[in-house]
């Protein structure tokens, strides 16, 4: 048997609802059955959404020309582009 975890989920009660009503129909024990067998099927497509928004925007920021990383806020290129905005900041100041 897999080791489980106790996940404490907050759910509308229409949610529950049908699941309970599907697992009368379906003879399960209990919504939470299906719960975890809907949640377990669905998760690789949720991934696989996820990553192709992702390449989507990325792909959006390419053609805006915008690279990721400024436009996330992370890595040496937006190190790069708040120390030339910092040094033009000290520019404007000293004339």
Same mark, same amino acid.
């Given at each position: 048997?897999?080791?489980?975890?106790?996940?404490? &989920?907050?759910?509308?009660?229409?949610?529950?609802?049908?699941? #309970?009503?599907?697992?009368?129909? $379906?003879?399960?024990?209990?919504? /939470?059955?299906?719960?975890? #067998?809907?949640?377990?099927?669905? &998760?690789? $497509?949720?991934?696989?959404?996820?990553?192709?928004?992702?390449?989507? $925007?990325?792909?959006?920021? #390419?053609?805006?020309?915008?690279?990721?990383?400024?436009?996330?806020?992370?890595?040496?290129?937006?190190?790069?582009?708040?120390?030339?905005?910092?040094?033009? #900041?000290?520019?404007?100041? /000293?004339?």
């Amino acid at each position: 048997m897999a080791d489980k975890s106790h996940w404490k &989920l907050y759910l509308d009660s229409e949610i529950v609802s049908r699941y #309970e009503a599907a697992a009368k129909q $379906f003879g399960k024990r209990s919504g /939470n059955e299906i719960a975890v #067998e809907v949640l377990d099927k669905y &998760l690789d $497509f949720w991934i696989e959404g996820e990553i192709a928004k992702a390449q989507v $925007f990325e792909q959006q920021r #390419e053609q805006l020309g915008v690279s990721g990383a400024y436009s996330r806020g992370r890595g040496e290129e937006a190190q790069k582009a708040q120390a030339d905005a910092l040094s033009r #900041e000290k520019k404007k100041k /000293n004339r």
